[in-house]
């Protein structure tokens, strides 16, 4: 007992020696740093909480919306691919007609149709493939316009090695991104090549084609075949739509419950106006939403203006087609929709014509081809 | 030669060896030796840094925001945690494999829902928080714990009670420790972060990185992970700071080695002890399997989300044993599972045996510990859903990719806590043995590798549930084997009951692999203590 007595005396003088207690100087110097860590990571927390967004983001409604507010969520993060929204939130499409609109950028693990069941989205860019699994699953879920009219998924291949046919894929190594899995399986059947190909699903880049990791990539046109080339890799693409898998793509999910309610059916035809409006400039004047994207929503971002420029172009022959020259953007009509129903059936998911919605477009074009 | 030059050369010989690294590495792209499009000169990198010096500022300006509100809630949390569970005994058992849990979940497959349910950023805030929560739990917990049961006797002996017991010694006690979690901590919390925005976003260092592959630029790629890598280790090494100051109190205390949960041990009967404890932990691990069920079962219910995408245990169940088509399904998932086994397992102990040897050389020999241990740093910091396709390009698509990267993870806390283990010997022990003419081999081999002995327990608990995410992450991202990548497509695909049943089989496992690792750790800590304790 008397020797732990002096133990405790004997700590207490200086620091500790290789004594047990720690000496109170020590404990205060801790709990100092201790603290002074813990007002770091709350100043780091305070300073970068409202990190300075874009003057778009932080872009309020002037003007009251009658419809009141609501999101579009998108599927990939801020740049070109959704310059026609941008526009229209830039140029109060949106307000003119009623809704106030924010965006919900996306990313890489990006799944639309919970944000639209959820409420947490209005409308949501998605694939037809999965809105249709969703459908399937349970998810009261319905598509109301077809951005792309034509699916942007291709083989691309090495322009000193290029892919032309279906046929020529026999025995290649193709790597399949895992969200066109399904797509791929699909368009296996369409070409008669189950089992015929030698491909493996992957979640890395299309450098892996530059890199000699497969002869094939199933990427999209508009933005990974592009970058390829900027980057100095020429490549050649082979359309799934142009060889036997027809079908729209980013359609505009949403949740069916709100469209067959009055109020929820407004909101996303106002929703839907905006977005025709801004995408009826981008398709014509595609530096527009270009240099909005680059100057404005997409500036930190790191865009490389050479890729965004070309995919600007790239995107516009996806989105106009006859029919919408006939129609007006984002329609779907019978025919591309049945071709598109045969598509999904192959993939393996069946839906009815039904999920495919024409009607509010109907309503909104009223027999005219473009809004004013 | 004066000691302010003797400091400058010492902080020179590794400077300069960096520096030579650096040009053997600029060389080698520059001869095209290497292939530049994977893996870009340092003078691209630095080139691309400061190009996009502006936008990299405020993209980790975002990501720090995140990582620190999540790395405060996480923390705080956990210290919170680690003191009730310390008084409050059943509290103890019935919440902590809750927080087990929270560490064995994989956190990338959840990130989907929290976003559905958690308005505007909080989805990455709670990512980062939870990357923190765990292991700073149990750090700080073993310290508030391993005090020297003869202080305890002390205090009661001079009539404190629990609290001053508490205040007085425990806290005190814990603090090394909390300010080593708090450093590992830093790092972790940054990296949940940059997946969390891997959900989307419009700024932020994980956005950059979508931004970077999309554009296949390798340098741009680097340079993200040259600036998250540096961010970390700045905060490391602050940290690290204050850790050192505090770590010579740690040393004697660390003698007890890292004991979970009370080390206060009892003696006993041997068999008849195990058996009730088989049975008292029998009861504790039905109690949270039900509270862990119950917990979630009741938020869906209240946050009424849609059995579209939120499944309950019932659904897991249904998917898994009672559905229609519950044998094929079954077969998928635990097919899939054994192959992200076999692979995590191969890199997890490749991890620990590299680790554990190298952390030996540099307890022997003081001069490696400061070439290594900065190194040992940089790798840690470095975000791994940036390493994961860089390696799986380099090391292709299969095992050698997975090898790497749960190897990786496992590498670091096991070297932290096998140094700390092995130079945690008593001190007593180590003046017996050389008063008696003992070598170094055989300080080694009689006094630091016992004493080392439940620190490797204690890493080997810790390291597999993160070798096992590690290896989901990369199968996720790159090598598209493995219940990662079945995860992923089922994500992309609505197949929610079979990502649900993935995620909660995952976590099974994982806590299983906790579970029974622990066991061992306490087993080799107690009788460790049998002999070691002072009579």
């Known amino acids: 007992m008397a020797d732990m007595v002096a133990r405790v005396e004997e700590s207490g003088t200086s620091g500790a020696s290789r004594g047990r207690l720690v000496s109170r100087r020590e404990v205060i110097k801790g709990f100092g740093m201790a603290a002074v860590g813990a007002a770091g990571g709350a100043a780091l927390g305070l300073f970068g909480a409202s990190p300075p967004a874009s003057a778009a983001s932080t872009r309020r409604a002037t003007r009251s919306a009658r419809l009141g507010s609501a999101t579009l969520a998108f599927s990939w993060i801020d740049d070109v691919q959704q310059a026609g929204s941008y526009i229209a939130q830039q140029r109060g499409y949106y307000l003119d007609a009623g809704l106030a609109v924010s965006f919900l950028p996306g990313g890489d693990t990006y799944a639309g149709e919970p944000l639209v069941v959820s409420g947490k989205a209005l409308l949501a860019m998605t694939s037809p493939a999965s809105t249709a699994a969703a459908y399937l699953e349970g998810a009261p879920v319905t598509i109301v316009g077809a951005q792309y009219q034509k699916s942007p998924v291709s083989i691309i291949s090495l322009a000193s090695a290029p892919i032309r046919t279906p046929a020529e894929l026999v025995g290649k190594k193709i790597a399949v991104e895992p969200n066109i899995e399904l797509e791929w399986k699909a368009f296996e059947t369409a070409n008669g090549l189950t089992g015929k190909v030698d491909s493996f699903v992957t979640s890395e880049s299309p450098s892996i084609l530059a890199a000699g990791g497969c002869q094939g990539y199933t990427g999209w046109t508009t933005n990974e075949a592009v970058a390829l080339e900027v980057q100095g890799v020429h490549v050649h693409t082979m359309l799934f739509a142009d060889y036997g898998l027809p079908g729209y793509y980013l359609t505009y999910c949403a949740d069916s419950t709100i469209v067959r309610d009055a109020h929820g059916r407004e909101q996303v035809k106002a929703l839907l106006s905006g977005e025709i409006r801004g995408w009826q400039v981008q398709t014509s004047h595609p530096s527009v939403g270009l240099a909005l994207t680059l100057d404005d929503y997409g500036k930190h971002l790191g865009l490389d203006p050479k890729q965004q420029e070309i995919q600007a172009v790239e995107q516009n022959l996806l989105v106009v087609s006859p029919v919408t020259k006939a129609h007006g953007l984002f329609w779907m009509s019978a025919t591309d929709t049945a071709a598109m129903l045969k598509s999904l059936k192959l993939a393996g998911t069946a839906v009815p014509a039904s999920l495919f919605d024409n009607s509010l477009l109907a309503e909104i074009y009223g027999g005219k081809s473009v809004l004013a | ?535």
Request: with cysteine.
């Open chain 2, 1 to 535: 030669m004066s000691a302010r030059a003797a400091a400058v050369l010492g902080l020179g010989a590794p400077v300069a060896r960096l520096a030579a690294v650096l040009a053997l590495w600029q060389a080698l792209v520059g001869l095209h030796a290497v292939n530049g499009l994977v893996l870009p000169s340092p003078a691209q990198i630095v080139v691309q840094v400061w190009s996009g010096r502006q936008g990299y500022l405020l993209d980790a300006r975002t990501t720090l925001g995140e990582a620190g509100l999540g790395f405060l809630a996480g923390s705080g949390l956990a210290v919170a945690s680690a003191i009730l569970f310390l008084r409050v005994r059943v509290a103890e058992r019935a919440l902590m494999p809750l927080a087990v849990a929270s560490y064995c979940l994989p956190a990338i497959a959840i990130a989907p829902i929290l976003q559905v349910v958690l308005p505007g950023d909080e989805p990455k805030v709670v990512l980062a928080a939870l990357f923190v929560f765990f292991t700073t739990l149990t750090t700080v917990a073993t310290g508030l714990r391993s005090v020297d049961p003869v202080v305890i006797d002390m205090v009661r002996a001079f009539g404190g009670t629990g609290s001053s017991e508490l205040r007085k010694v425990r806290v005190r006690n814990a603090l090394p420790y909390l300010v080593r979690a708090l450093q590992l901590g830093a790092p972790s919390a940054l990296l949940g972060a940059i997946i969390g925005e891997f959900l989307g976003g419009s700024s932020g260092l994980g956005i950059a990185l979508i931004q970077a592959e999309a554009d296949l630029s390798s340098p741009r790629t680097w340079a993200v992970l040259a600036v998250s890598g540096a961010i970390s280790g700045v905060l490391y090494g602050a940290l690290g700071l204050a850790s050192h100051r505090l770590e010579r109190y740690g040393e004697d205390r660390a003698s007890s080695g890292p004991v979970w949960p009370s080390g206060e041990g009892r003696s006993g009967a041997g068999r008849s002890r195990w058996a009730r404890k088989l049975v008292s932990a029998t009861v504790a691990i039905s109690a949270s399997v039900a509270v862990t069920l119950g917990v979630w079962t009741a938020a869906i219910k209240m946050l009424r989300l849609s059995s579209y995408f939120a499944v309950d245990p019932a659904g897991v169940w249904s998917y898994l044993f009672s559905g229609s088509q519950a044998g094929e399904d079954r077969s998928l998932v635990f097919g899939q599972l054994g192959v992200t086994l076999e692979d995590a397992a191969l890199g997890f102990v490749s991890g620990l045996v590299v680790a554990s040897a190298l952390a030996a050389v540099m307890v022997m020999i003081p001069r490696v510990s400061k070439e290594v241990m900065p190194w040992a740093v940089a790798l840690r910091s470095v975000p791994l859903v940036a390493i994961a396709p860089l390696i799986s390009v380099e090391l292709g698509r299969g095992i050698a990719s997975v090898l790497a990267i749960c190897a990786i993870v496992t590498f670091f806390p096991t070297l932290v806590f096998m140094v700390g283990g092995l130079r945690g010997a008593p001190a007593a022990a180590l003046d017996l043995l050389r008063a008696c003419g003992g070598r170094t081999w055989s300080e080694f081999t009689k006094v630091r590798a016992p004493t080392a002995l439940p620190a490797l327990f204690h890493s080997a608990r810790v390291a597999a549930p993160g070798a096992l995410l590690a290896a989901i992450l990369i199968e996720w991202t790159a090598t598209g084997n493995g219940m990662g990548a079945q995860m992923i497509v089922a994500s992309e695909t609505s197949q929610y009951p079979q990502l649900w049943s993935d995620v909660a089989v995952v976590t099974a496992v994982s806590l299983l692999l906790y579970a029974g690792l622990g066991i061992l750790e306490r087993y080799v800590t107690e009788r460790r203590a049998g002999r070691v304790r002072p009579s």
